[in-house]
């Protein structure tokens, strides 16, 4: 039993879009407890964070993404979404999801995450 499975990634050209989906494990009960975010890794650098998600729905995300990309919830599902539009080269990484950083829940081991490509 894995923490976190995403997929929905795949090749697109610039301003294209992709929604990429995050199934988290049913230990993680409720669900609603837990603050989620969405993080991904450029080649030959470490992880950053994208975005985050509050079990309540309230949303926060990186500069070089506001107003592009959104993340959504569905709490009975324990599931998250990363809606991205007009995707730029630079977007192109492996997106992972996990918790939110907190100061009293550590993160999970990583999945094996959903690569996006932007290419003309």
């Known amino acids: 039993q894995v923490d976190f499975v995403e997929s929905g990634g795949g090749t697109v050209q610039p301003g294209g879009s992709l929604r990429l989906s995050c199934v988290a494990s049913?230990?993680?009960?409720?669900?609603?407890?837990?603050?989620m975010g969405w993080y991904r890794q450029f080649p030959g650098k470490q992880r950053e964070l994208v975005g985050t998600?509050?079990?309540?729905?309230?949303?926060d995300y990186t500069d070089s993404v506001k107003g592009r990309f959104t993340i959504s919830r569905d709490n009975a599902k324990s599931t998250v979404a990363l809606q991205m539009n007009n995707l730029k080269p630079e977007d192109t990484a492996v997106y992972f999801c996990?918790?939110?950083?907190?100061?009293?829940?550590?993160?999970?081991?990583w999945g094996q995450g959903t690569q996006v490509t932007v290419s003309s």
């Open positions: 996990n918790f939110a950083i907190a100061t009293d829940r550590p993160l999970r081991p």
């Open positions: 049913r230990s993680f009960f409720p669900f609603n407890d837990y603050d």
């Open positions: 998600i509050t079990g309540r729905g309230m949303t």
